[in-house]
């Protein structure tokens, strides 16, 4: 794969640009992402109740979460700073590089595994193969976007419809705002 100057993610039926590091690569119709570094979406958490799903094709450094637009995606692991709150690979949720919370042991994503995300613009959520981890995080305030990243051979697909799991109740898919006129 070469290193685009762009990438993008499909949601829904569409295609839209996004914010990436300078070594992150996005294939298989802009749902696979793999190199190293961050991916933001374009499309902000705009509405109350927001849920995606993250499957892990193979193992690495990789972390998912939240983040603003003013996250250094060239810099992992993100959670290090204000502008992202993030689930990392070994389990442990970061904003602010604070550990805000932490998966049970017995509980860590593996390779297969399928990792969902609510977000209520208050907390973060996270979910594994349907399952709520109760272990949420919060802090982060602004407006965020969904984020991941990957290192160290991490490939991760995302899923921002026709999700593997049902979201949980009062969650749905990223809504796109639209102007009327």
């Known amino acids: 794969c070469k290193q685009p100057a762009f990438c993008f993610l499909v949601f ?6 996004l914010l990436a590091g300078t070594d992150v690569v996005i294939v298989k119709n802009g749902r696979r992402i793999c190199g190293t570094g961050g991916c933001l979406a374009n499309a902000p958490l705009h509405q109350n109740k927001s849920y995606f799903e993250f499957k892990i094709q193979s193992t690495g450094i990789w972390g998912i979460g939240v983040a603003t637009q003013k996250a250094n995606l060239n810099q992992i692991p993100l959670g290090r700073d204000v502008h ?12 602010n590089n604070e550990e805000k919370n932490r998966l049970p042991a017995n509980n860590l994503p593996q390779e297969g595994d399928v990792v969902g995300i609510t977000y209520d613009h208050v907390e973060l959520n996270v979910y594994l193969n349907g399952k709520n981890m109760h272990c949420p995080a919060s802090g982060i305030r602004g407006t965020v976007y969904p984020v991941v990243y990957v290192d160290d051979s991490a490939i991760l697909d995302c899923q921002f419809s026709e999700f593997y799991h049902t979201p949980p109740p009062g ?8 102007q009327i006129f």
Do not use: P, T
């Open 12 to 17: 829904s039926f569409f295609f839209f640009f």
């Open 84 to 95: 992202s709150l993030v689930m990392r690979n070994d389990g442990a949720l970061y904003y």
């Open 171 to 178: 969650f749905e898919k990223i809504l796109f705002e639209q």
